[in-house]
């Protein structure tokens, strides 16, 4: 069975390599990191295990059909750590029904079915996440996706030290492409759902990120917004 914290959509992928693609997310539950800036705790922190419903592939796939009206499109996997789920059959289904597939993960957990994926997203936790790399298990996802699947990268970049950070760490991965987002410093929280965050503010961190990429002359780096926060702030569900 998998932990399934939430199923919504179609709406647009807001972040990454794949921004604006109209897909629905299948959102885990349950996380092998507690990032400090996390804006998605409700499916991270224990405490909320009671909202996860275990469902089988079969129950997954046919709440995605019913809110794709049976139309294929991305079904993008999210979490939590969806990663840490057994999401193969979710794929064989999907696959056979002309659906395809992204997942979002941090790179800490390899599944051999990373290789059936259409898109794979890595995005590591820079040092403000203060969550620690493991750079045996980042390879191993790398390793995991083979050659049909396409990985990027997608670091959040929330201080100086996350960009500094960053140059390093995409230096190491020059084949990946890449793209870099300004951390939301305000998301909503478990304690403060309604939490809004500061447009303003998050777009100031737009602009020091693109200065930053332009003044270094770091033209491998595509920075983008998340699109959904500046659409719809810290709702949920969208
Ligand atoms: C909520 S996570 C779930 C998937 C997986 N656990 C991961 O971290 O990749 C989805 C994406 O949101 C990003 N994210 C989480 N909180 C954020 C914030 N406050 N500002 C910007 N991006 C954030 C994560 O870095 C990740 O790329
Ligand atoms: N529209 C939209 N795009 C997203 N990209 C990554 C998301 C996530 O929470 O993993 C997300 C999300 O929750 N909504
Ligand atoms: S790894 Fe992803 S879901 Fe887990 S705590 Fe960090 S940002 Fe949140
Ligand atoms: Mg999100």
Redesign the pocket.
């Known amino acids: 069975m998998i932990a399934i914290s939430e199923i919504f959509g179609p ?6 390599a794949l921004t604006g693609v109209p ?1 629905v ?1 299948v ?1 885990t539950g349950g996380c092998d990191f507690r990032c400090s800036w996390c ?2 705790l409700y499916a991270v922190e224990a405490r909320f295990k009671a909202d996860w419903t275990p469902m089988s592939a079969e129950a997954v796939l046919a709440e995605v059909e019913r809110l794709s009206g049976g139309r294929p499109l991305l079904i ?1 996997l ?2 939590g750590n969806p990663a840490l789920q057994p999401l193969g059959d979710l794929l064989s289904l999907g696959q056979a029904r002309g659906y395809t597939f992204a997942i ?1 993960t941090q790179g800490s957990k390899a599944q051999d079915w990373f290789a059936r994926l259409d898109h794979l997203t890595l995005s590591p936790k820079p040092p403000s996440a203060g969550m620690a790399f493991s750079q045996r298990r980042f390879d191993a996802c790398l390793a995991a996706a083979g050659v049909n699947t396409q990985v990027t990268l997608k670091l959040v970049i929330a201080d100086e030290a996350d960009y500094r950070w960053a140059r390093d760490f995409a230096a190491r991965y020059p084949h990946l492409p890449l793209t870099l987002q300004p951390c939301n410093p305000a998301p909503a929280t478990p304690d403060e759902p309604a939490r809004e965050t500061d447009l303003d503010a998050l777009n100031a961190r737009l602009r020091w990120l693109v200065d930053k990429v332009t003044a270094d002359g770091w033209f491998a780096a595509r920075v983008l917004p ?3 926060v500046i659409i719809w702030n810290n709702e ?3």
């Open positions: 709406t647009i992928q807001g972040e990454g897909t997310f959102r804006d998605t993008t999210s979490g979002e998340q699109l959904h949920r569900g969208v």
